[in-house]
């Protein structure tokens, strides 16, 4: 049970049980360990400074306290940054490192920020550039050493026991219900909103979180964070560490995944689908490159894996228990051996992923929640009778949920955020009566398990009338190993059509085996037989669906849709708006070719 009212008690909480790794980060190669006593000085220190500088809390409203931003990738500073703020009652605005420059700068000027911290030197160069356009911000300080920029260690000083004193008393006075932070979401349309969150917010799904967490059965409390520490998920699962006397370890970037994994050998960690997606595509890679018996006994083991808690009994657990011997356990060797739950959110979990690394002893735990939600509104249990495939699980305790009449979400709770920063209008749009209106399409399955079946702005109707809901045919589509993206459209449109992004990598697979010169991406989408094959794939998943919702034309895109091309949101979301509009020429096509059954972009 957590005794604590606010976020920064972690510090108290850790000092009853200190440890000598409590976060650590790669440094020329090496990892780092920075123990319990080490961190919460250098808090206490940065904290100091702070209020040296003359940041404060004023006079305690939201609008009238300071605000320090924060830009840069996982590492311990980010958390000792975090909870420096938090104690002198200022509110951080963490920030995505890749967020546009004119994004940044539109954040910086709502938030009014005093001072920033930086990760690295583009970083240092990115916000050297908008600066002069952000009058409030007195102080830059960077992370890493970089020419003509401050290191943040200049604050890193003794204090003296009457600063020390002072500093205390502030961080008593700091309320539960004061808000901790505003994080902007870009969302897949339109203006950055800062979201106001509370220490109760955040605390609260903490506490809820934990009681997930203990079902787990972890020989020892160590994680692996990769995913940016300025999204709410990631920030409140920190936070369950913090509390929990767990090591953090910080990879030092998404391509080292693999290899950090291997060397931390960590428990527990956090992902979006995306990243299993892609170790999947791995993993099917090695196993395309096995011969005879090996590669027969490999995709045995994944036709086991995809009918998980589909098929029961004695034999199939035998069946399993083979499999688990000759080829999940080298799977789980992979990444370290002791990796024991996998939990995901962002976005939805493609179920047959999930049915695979469960039966691979790496069990997905699948939620779901919003930014506004803090996040977590409903989470999938490590016991059997608490975990549904094809939905985001049973609520969490203390979050209420109800269906409005239109199917959309509504979410009440402490986990419900304060509003938007100086946005009533917005607020009070999406806050009615104590409920938050998600803007997500829904159901409760068996009345227990929370199912979400689309977004409520992404239902479209077709020009005959008939409503179609895109998301539930993309989730079951992109199963497919050789469909890596997909966006389903059709608005005002005579039938359902859907844009689509080949799992390159599969393909080039499938087209060694079928003799097929692969010399490009560009080339090989408008191959008569690739277009067959991906026809074959559309015919096969169609019949369940109804007639409006299936998928009548297609086009075939060489170039994957990312965060730097700005199809997607920094987490990974599709922005529609922008892929309609960027592919608009493409998607004419299909609806004024008449003769052909699909198209490809040229």
């Known amino acids: 049970m957590i005794n604590a009212t606010r976020l920064f008690d972690c510090i108290r909480v850790q000092a009853e049980a200190p440890v000598n790794n409590l976060l650590n980060a790669k440094q020329n190669g090496e990892w780092k360990a920075y123990g319990t006593a080490e961190v919460h000085d250098k808090i206490n220190q940065l904290a100091v400074s702070l209020l040296r500088m003359g940041v404060s809390a004023h006079d305690g409203t939201t609008e009238g ?54 990760g690295n030197k583009e970083l240092c160069s990115k916000i050297a550039e908008i600066s002069p356009n952000v009058p409030s911000l007195k102080w830059i300080f960077s992370f890493d050493r970089v020419d003509g920029c401050k290191h943040w260690e200049e604050l890193l000083n003794p204090f003296t026991t009457e600063e020390y004193r002072q500093l205390q008393q502030i961080s008593s006075g700091v309320r539960a219900d004061q808000v901790s932070t505003i994080i902007y979401t870009s969302g897949t349309a339109g203006t950055p909103k800062g979201v106001m969150l509370t220490h109760e917010n955040i605390l609260s799904n903490v506490k809820a979180c934990t009681e997930v967490l203990t079902e787990i059965p972890l020989r020892e409390k160590k994680a692996l964070s990769f995913l940016p520490l300025n999204h709410i998920f990631e920030k409140m699962c920190t936070y369950i560490y913090l509390f929990n006397g767990f090591s953090i370890y910080y990879a030092e970037n998404m391509d080292t995944i693999g290899a950090n994994m291997k060397e931390v050998k960590p428990y527990i960690f956090t992902a979006v689908p995306r990243l299993l997606e892609k170790v999947f595509e791995r993993i099917m890679q090695e196993g395309q490159k096995l011969k005879g018996i090996k590669k027969k006994i490999f995709f045995t083991a994944i036709n086991l894996a995809e009918q998980y808690e589909i098929k029961t009994g004695w034999w199939y657990q035998i069946k399993l228990a083979i499999a688990d011997m000759l080829v999940f356990s080298k799977w789980r060797q992979a990444i370290g051996g002791n990796v024991k739950a996998i939990i995901v959110g962002s976005s939805a979990c493609p179920v047959r992923l999930e049915r695979i690394f469960t039966a691979a002893k790496m069990t997905v735990l699948e939620g779901y929640g919003l930014t506004e939600t803090s996040p977590v509104i409903a989470v999938n249990r490590y016991s059997k009778n608490q975990r549904k495939y094809g939905t985001v699980g049973p609520l969490l305790k203390g979050v209420e949920v109800k269906i409005d009449g239109d199917g959309e979400i509504l979410c009440k709770g402490p986990n419900v955020m304060r509003g938007y920063y100086k946005d009533p209008a917005m607020t009070a749009l999406v806050l009615q009566d104590g409920w938050f209106h998600t803007g997500d399409i829904g159901e409760l399955d068996q009345g227990y398990f929370l199912k979400i079946t689309d977004r409520k702005k992404e239902i479209f109707k077709t020009s005959g009338g008939k409503y179609v809901a895109p998301l539930p045919i993309e989730n079951r589509m992109k199963e497919s190993l050789f469909i890596e993206q997909m966006m389903v ?54 019949p369940e669906f109804n007639h409006v919702e299936q998928v009548k034309k297609f086009v075939l895109l060489p170039v994957e849709w990312t965060i730097e091309g700005g199809e997607l949101t920094p987490t990974s979301k599709m922005k529609r708006r922008v892929i309609l509009e960027k592919y608009k020429v493409e998607i004419e096509k299909i609806y004024t070719d008449e003769t052909n059954e699909f198209t490809v972009m040229h």
């Open 65 to 118: 306290r300071d605000k320090i931003a924060l830009i840069c990738s996982g590492r311990p500073e980010w958390l000792i940054t975090d909870l420096a703020v938090q104690q002198i009652g200022a509110i951080l605005v963490p920030l995505y490192p890749n967020t546009s420059n004119k994004e940044l700068e539109q954040i910086l000027n709502s938030a009014e920020v005093k001072c920033i911290f930086i």
């Open 489 to 542: 459209i059709g608005a005002e449109r005579k039938f359902t059509a859907a844009l689509i992004v080949p799992s390159f990598t599969n393909l080039k697979l499938w087209c060694q085996q079928n003799k097929i010169a692969y010399l490009s991406n560009e080339s090989i989408v408008e191959n008569p037989m690739v277009i067959s094959f991906y026809q074959s794939i559309i015919d096969s998943y169609n």
